[in-house]
Nanobody, 127 residues
Framework: EVQLVESGGGLVQAGGSLRLSCQVS????????IGWVRQAPGKEREGVSC????????SYADSVKGRFTISSDNAKNTVYLQMNSLKPEDTAVYYC????????????????????WGQGTQVTVSS
């Protein structure tokens, strides 16, 4: 069955960097979007970034454009999120998530429903 396992979260100072990893297993679909969703206490779930088979380029939330970069290594079945210039507002639990047949990357970012979720990894940015 499909498994998504995140790692790489931690505590960093504002302006610092972290790289999150999502190791994927049991995933054989050819039409999908996969990426990252975050949720902070008292806040709505927010789509952060994804790679979609229907788009030519990755998608990013406006709040992270220019600071975060999503990438993948197919040989390692791993998706990464490089997070630079971190702000206290980035503090949240970050989840790797996949949407099979997602209409677009923008759809993935805006639609809370996902087909598969990882367990989440905590990112805390201090000021």
């Amino acid at each position: 069955e499909v498994q998504l396992v995140e790692s790489g979260g931690g505590l960093v100072q504002a302006g610092g960097s972290l790289r999150l990893s999502c190791q994927v297993s049991g995933f054989t679909f050819n039409d999908y979007a996969i990426g990252w969703v975050r949720q902070a206490p008292g806040k709505e779930r927010e789509g952060v970034s994804c790679i979609s088979t229907r788009d030519a380029a990755p998608s990013y939330a406006d709040s992270v454009k220019g600071r975060f970069t999503i990438s993948s290594d197919n040989a390692k079945n791993t998706v990464y999120l490089q997070m630079n210039s971190l702000k206290p507002e980035d503090t949240a639990v970050y989840y790797c998530a996949a949407d099979v047949g997602a209409e677009s990357g923008d759809y993935y970012l805006l639609e809370p429903r996902k087909d598969y979720w990882g367990q989440g990894t905590q990112v805390t940015v201090s000021s």
